[in-house]
């Protein structure tokens, strides 16, 4: 099956196309057969890039206002006699829409049906910045491939394993009754992904190991993985919880803000605009929110820069430890993401100390390996540290063969 897979955000369309099915699955057998990025849709000029396999890459600059043209732009491109790898859209065999927030309504992907739709809907009001617009891809590539099964594969879904203990907050009840109030996470894809590649590279069924996953990018989150489920995370009602990130603050006393909000006299929407936008990273350094441009600048001697970093890395450890006790122990410590799967030097901070439980990175193996899947651990570490590229577009790929099998 030809499985396009869409990921809506406000201004942007990234997809992929990949062939698939049950059995390529268990084979192996998955096959990538092009992506592409649609960025700054509505501006005076959109930025659209795409690669079919043996097919020349595109590099365009149209004027896209708005998602319909954007997605109507995908299937022009995807069966383009010169630079496509489609003869017609009606080869396309379903669509997997990647859904932020599910809410407690939806613990696995789902084919969207009308009640289904229904209820991603309600679930904006949990994500206001995110679900709408994955909403309006669906509808809109509805329209468009009205004929084949559409399914919403959510980044919550992962994290509905959560104890209630884990995900309850300290307020009033009534709160969570009302208003749905709790943690739900994010990420769960890539962290479900890397649960299954680290069955094979582990060689033992997730049933048999605990395992730490950190998805380590411009947005970041850490979770315990036990025996294959998910028991806590560190991104919370939203994705602004947890760890310090590009350009979000992560954890800190709710008073701080109440407190800033009455000094500044801010609205809550200015307040809600410095918590995700202007904090993080870019907000403690002042220099950027790319981990890359930070690293460069602490090695020119930019303190700021530094303790953007260290701040960074001592969260990430102390959330390492604080999963490791969760889980009474762990197997092993995955890091994905850009930062994650490229940075060296924040794997190795991040677990400097950390020896008293087993967690020790071999330094050459770190570098050496750098963006590449692999142990970066001594052989006989206790704890296995690896680096695992992260495939979410694959993983929606196969949720959504699955889920149109009924195999969910």
Same mark, same amino acid.
């Given at each position: 099956m030809l499985v396009l897979v869409l990921n809506c955000g406000s201004s942007s369309v990234k997809f992929q196309l990949i062939q698939t099915s049950p059995e390529a699955i268990e084979a192996g057998t998955e096959k990538k057969l092009a992506r592409g990025n649609i960025e700054k849709i509505g501006m005076t000029t959109a930025i659209v890039s795409f690669q079919a396999e043996g097919k020349p890459p595109v590099k365009e600059t149209p004027v896209i206002l708005e998602h319909r043209v954007a997605i109507e732009r995908v299937l022009t491109l995807l069966t383009d006699p010169q630079v496509g790898?489609? =003869?017609?859209?009606?080869?396309?065999? #379903?669509?997997?829409?990647?859904?932020?927030?599910?809410?407690? =309504?939806?613990? =696995?992907?789902?084919?969207?049906t009308e009640e289904v739709y229904r209820q991603i809907v309600e679930c904006c009001e949990l994500a206001p910045l995110h679900n709408p617009h994955n909403v309006r891809g669906y509808e809109i590539a509805h329209e468009?491939?009205?004929? !084949?099964p559409h399914v919403a594969v959510f980044d919550t879904a992962f994290h509905q394993t959560m104890p209630e203990?884990?995900?309850?907050? @300290? /307020?009033?009840m009534v709160v969570y009754r009302r208003h749905g109030i709790r943690r739900y996470g994010f990420h769960g894809t890539s962290h479900r992904y890397l649960t299954w590649r680290m069955q094979k590279l582990l060689n033992?069924? #997730?049933s048999e190991f605990n395992l730490i996953t950190c998805h380590l990018g411009n947005g970041c989150s850490i979770t315990a993985v036990e025996r294959g489920k998910s028991v806590d995370t560190s991104m919370g009602f939203t994705p602004l919880e947890g760890l310090i990130m590009g350009t979000r603050s992560g954890d800190l006393d709710p008073a701080v803000v /109440?407190?800033?909000m009455a000094k500044e006299e801010l609205t809550l929407h200015e307040a809600n605009t410095m918590l995700n936008k202007h904090s993080g990273?870019?907000? !403690?350094?002042?220099?950027?929110?790319?981990m890359r441009e930070l690293v460069k600048e602490s090695q020119? @001697?930019?303190? #700021?820069?530094?303790?953007?970093?260290?701040?960074?890395?001592?969260?990430?450890? =102390?959330?390492?430890?604080?999963?490791?006790?969760?889980?009474? @122990?762990?197997? #092993?410590l995955a890091f994905t993401g850009g930062i994650g799967e490229n940075s060296p030097l924040i794997r190795s901070l991040s677990c400097a100390g950390l020896d008293c439980i087993g967690i020790q990175i071999d330094p050459e193996r770190n570098e050496k390996l750098n963006g590449s899947e692999g142990r970066i651990s001594p052989d006989d570490g206790k704890v296995g540290v690896y680096i695992v590229p992260t495939d979410e577009e694959m993983m929606i790929a196969r949720d959504t063969v699955h889920a149109v099998a009924g195999k969910l």
């Open positions: 790898i489609l =003869k017609s859209r009606n080869e396309i065999g #379903a669509v997997g829409h990647r859904v932020v927030h599910g809410g407690e =309504k939806f613990s =696995k992907s789902q084919v969207i468009l491939l009205p004929d !084949v203990y884990a995900y309850i907050y @300290g /307020l009033p033992k069924p #997730a /109440l407190h800033i990273l870019i907000g !403690v350094s002042g220099v950027s929110n790319d020119k @001697g930019n303190k #700021a820069a530094r303790l953007a970093i260290d701040l960074f890395c001592y969260r990430l450890k =102390k959330y390492i430890a604080a999963y490791y006790g969760v889980l009474n @122990g762990a197997d #092993a």
